[in-house]
């Protein structure tokens, strides 16, 4: 079959998936507020006691239950392809594209993928479904390691973290875990409420800075989020703080004013302590299919986004963008999230995620 056929047909059964996935409704969210006055930053929550030694016993445990549930919750139809799948024909290695497809890589990453490998089946260097499978874990690997080496966070400090990304993708629970996860490295963190828009985001950060024993810094709702990022950070500076992470309203990436918005808080953060915001951070809901894509185009090209992290990847059988994001993108995913509660963040590893996804 003709390269074009080829990619008609791949391009069609990526409809037929999106079909399926219709891209998320977000609600509407409020342009810009004028600035309100910033009140005094909340007093301190004092720091938790350390877990004691059987609590991280627990955490340990945990960490490996949710490393066989990476790979459980990814059973992706590419496992079920390579279970079924023993001999090699010329059906099968379309097959197997679409398969690809169907877990959302997205018709141009899937066609880069497969062309060097149906080069090889061709001249018989690839005769079997596992010499297919090894090529396939190596194609991507290739594509996805080359974004992840070398991904040090800079040494600064206060580091400070803006987390940003489309409506109820998982921001504020991705902060809550980031919060866990810092301090069990013994490090002093923040969380500053820039969602000053919807209705209980402040209460809910709150939640978790009690929950992990974190110091929080927030205005009153409604007040500016720019004017609440300069605070928190100014705080985190003069409290001696290792992390600053702020979090902010969900917003869709199409949403030119509120892109404004958080170009502001930008702004804000460097006035505050210049250099910074040093990290900003994509939050993105692996469910999202192939607008995750664009998601990550548009918040990039806005506001310079310097890490991802993939959220909600225990309930998706769709792994896949992962490889997607990567064709199209030189970001590095920075963790993934595996369930609601504050243990149930990973740092992404390639070869690992690979592993799990086939
Ligand atoms: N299963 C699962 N649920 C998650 C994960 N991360 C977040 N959630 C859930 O997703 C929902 C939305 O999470 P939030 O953290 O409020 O999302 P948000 O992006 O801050 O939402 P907005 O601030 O409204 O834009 C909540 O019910 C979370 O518990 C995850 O990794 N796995
Ligand atoms: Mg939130």
């Known amino acids: 079959m003709s390269w074009f056929k080829k990619k008609d047909k791949a391009e069609k059964a990526q409809k037929a998936n999106e079909d399926k996935n219709p891209e998320q409704e977000a609600p509407e969210v409020k342009a810009e507020e004028p600035a309100a006055q910033p009140e005094e930053a909340a007093p301190a929550e004092e720091d938790a006691p350390p877990a004691s030694s059987r609590q991280e016993a627990g ?15 990814l059973n992706t139809p590419i496992e079920d392809f390579f279970i079924t799948k023993t001999e090699l024909t010329e059906d099968s290695l379309e097959e197997l594209e679409e398969t690809l497809i169907t877990a959302d890589m997205g018709v141009n990453t899937v066609m880069d993928l497969m062309e060097p490998i149906t080069e090889k089946v061709n001249k018989k260097q690839i005769t079997n479904s596992k010499e297919l499978r090894a090529a396939l874990t190596d194609a991507m690997l290739d594509l ?18 803006m987390v940003v990304g489309v409506n109820g993708v998982g921001k504020t629970t991705t902060i809550g875990k980031l919060a866990a ?44 989020p720019a004017a609440v990022a300069y605070d928190g950070v100014a705080a985190a500076e003069a409290r001696g703080m290792d992390v600053v992470i702020i979090d902010t309203a969900g917003r ?103 592993k799990a996804l086939f």
Not at 63 to 73: E, M, Q
Not at 276 to 288: G, K, M, R
Request: net charge positive; charged share 30%; proline share 3%.
């Open 252 to 354: 869709l990436h199409t949403q030119v004013n509120l892109m404004e918005e958080l170009k502001k808080i930008r702004r804000s953060c460097h006035k505050s302590l210049p250099g910074s915001p040093h990290e900003t951070w994509l939050v993105i809901d692996a469910n999202t299919g192939q607008n995750a894509v664009s998601q990550a185009k548009l918040f990039h090209e806005a506001i310079g986004v310097t890490g991802m992290v993939l959220t909600k990847v225990d309930g998706t059988a769709k792994g896949g963008i992962v490889v997607s994001i990567c064709h199209d993108m030189d970001v590095p995913i920075r963790y993934i999230g595996l369930g609601e509660k504050a243990e149930d963040l990973r740092e992404f590893e390639a070869r690992e995620f690979i």
């Open 144 to 161: 996805i390691k080359p974004v992840h080496e070398n991904k040090e966070l800079p040494n600064k400090k206060p580091l400070v973290i």
């Open 59 to 73: 955490f340990g445990a945990k960490l490996k239950d949710k490393l066989a549930k990476t790979r459980d919750v």
């Open 181 to 224: 996860n810092f301090k069990k490295q013994g490090k002093k963190v923040m969380l500053v409420a820039g969602d000053t828009f919807r209705a209980a985001a402040v209460e809910q950060l709150e939640i978790w800075a009690q929950r992990t024993g974190v110091q929080i810094v927030r205005h009153r709702d409604n007040s500016d």
